[in-house]
């Protein structure tokens, strides 16, 4: 099928063709994803005509018949489609049905669809640096101390957080570098950022951490990712704030209260995987937080 699509020539009845076949041969898939991430497809753009089509993938999915049981009372194949239907799409066609390390040529294709997508330098490898994965499955953290005497009372800032956020708890040590702060006083909008959304990645794992420790904890610390949920969507902009967790938990990284409420990626027995790639963001220009 690849030597054909790369050998034709793109004239209308070949593509066409191609077209049709492809949405027929994957119908029931098509189907299934629909019921499955019912969610992401929920997320349709109102009052517009303009079809926000970002890849081959996200195209033959508005081709298919089946574009119009999304939301057949009230959608129709003339509006556009929230960039999540795309990613999650796209990003189907990529990853493995196991969560795990991906391959070299995997991680790249799903580097070129996360820059895609959010027009970001994403990277698997930064300064000859990489993690042990970058497809891995991640469990809750607790809200990280982010000055001395801070407290569940003093973290949670307004009655609306206290309700989501207060189960969650405080960790009962420090985050891997410590204080974001040196007082409550000098907790500036960055330091209440970077705790809100942050992430903890097994550092210790990282091939060639042993040779160099220190180079790779500078690097690490605080470092910008991408956290992607691919089966809604959902992506974030965290920081590494934190090592863990241990490798005997089946876990490959943490995520703060927040960042596992925004990617809907509850703990326990719904654990499932995420994607996180390092930001080239060299003069920190990249908020945090929810990518909208």
């Known amino acids: 099928m690849c030597y054909y699509f790369y050998r034709m020539d793109f004239k209308k009845p ?22 499955e991430h019912k969610e992401a497809f929920e997320w349709l753009a109102q ?10 993938a996200g195209l033959f999915i508005i081709s298919s018949p089946l574009i119009a049981k999304l939301t057949p009372t009230t959608v129709s194949a003339e509006k556009s489609i929230d960039r999540n239907v795309f990613l999650v799409s796209d990003l189907s ?7 795990g390390p991906l391959s070299e040529f995997r991680e ?3 580097e070129e ?41 003093t973290h949670l800032d307004s009655e609306e957080e206290a ?19 040196d007082s409550q006083s000098e907790t500036t909008e960055k330091e209440k950022m970077r705790e809100k959304y942050y992430i903890a990645v ?13 180079r790779y904890l500078d690097f690490f610390k605080f470092r910008k990712m991408l956290v992607v949920n ?18 005997w938990t089946g876990k490959q990284l943490g995520g703060s209260p927040e960042v596992m409420k925004y990617l809907q990626r509850y703990d326990g027995r719904q654990v499932r995987g995420v994607l996180y790639f390092f930001i080239d963001d060299p003069n920190d220009e990249v908020p945090l937080g929810p990518l909208e």
């Open 108 to 110: 790249k294709e799903v």
């Open 202 to 214: 097994q550092a210790f794992l990282a091939p060639g951490f042993n040779e160099d420790r220190q």
């Open 163 to 181: 309700k989501e956020y207060w189960s969650a708890g405080m960790a009962p040590g420090l985050g891997g570098w410590g204080y974001f702060a």
């Open 14 to 35: 070949h593509y066409r063709h191609l077209a049709e076949k492809w949405a027929k041969r994957n119908e029931n898939y098509i189907q299934k994803l629909i019921n």
């Open 47 to 56: 009052n517009t005509k303009k079809l926000a089509i970002s890849s081959l």
């Open 113 to 153: 669809i996360l820059e895609r997508t959010f027009k970001l330098k994403i990277k698997a490898q930064l300064n000859g640096i990489r993690l042990n994965t970058t497809y891995g499955k991640i469990g809750a953290e607790q809200h990280l101390s982010r000055y001395p005497g801070d407290n569940i009372v």
């Open 93 to 99: 066609h990529v990853l493995p049905d196991e969560v």
């Open 230 to 247: 691919p089966h809604n969507g959902k992506a974030v902009v965290a920081v590494i704030g934190d090592a863990g967790p241990a490798a």
